[in-house]
């Protein structure tokens, strides 16, 4: 069974900065033919859930981002560890959220995506809190 660790999350005032990782493990698969997608999704309290950034951590690929994070967050990757990374810059409180991590291994000619329902594998959240 995948295993996601998140860790990064805190509390930071209006303007400030916060690097979340995941940690993937608990599973192998072959990267000749599986790719490794990984992203980034939040939930504020009454709101749906949206996502953030995507990536092929292994097997090649493209990276997605939500809209509301294009120009403020960027994502990276570390295939060697399995994880993802994000790194959120000019926070503002809009982006006060619990930021969960997901993961799916699918078929190498298939490009990763953004969308939720694709993600079978999820972590727990960290809470991210953006104050005015």
């Known amino acids: 069974q995948m295993r996601l660790v998140e860790s990064g999350g805190g509390s930071v005032q209006d303007g400030g900065s916060l690097r979340l990782s995941c940690v993937a493990s608990g599973f192998t698969y072959d990267t000749s033919t599986s790719r490794l997608c990984m992203g980034w999704f939040r939930q504020a309290p009454g709101k749906e859930r949206e996502g953030v950034a995507a990536?092929?951590?292994?097997?090649?690929?493209?990276?997605h981002y939500g809209d509301s994070a294009k120009g403020r967050f960027t994502i990276s990757q570390d295939a060697a560890k399995k994880t993802l990374y994000l790194q959120m810059d000019g926070l503002k409180p809009e982006d006060t959220a619990i930021y969960y991590c997901a993961a799916r291994i699918q078929f190498r000619g298939r490009d990763c995506n953004i969308v939720q329902s694709a993600y079978p594998n999820w972590g727990q959240g960290t809470q991210v809190t953006v104050s005015s």
């Open positions: 990536a092929p951590v292994a097997g090649g690929g493209t990276t």
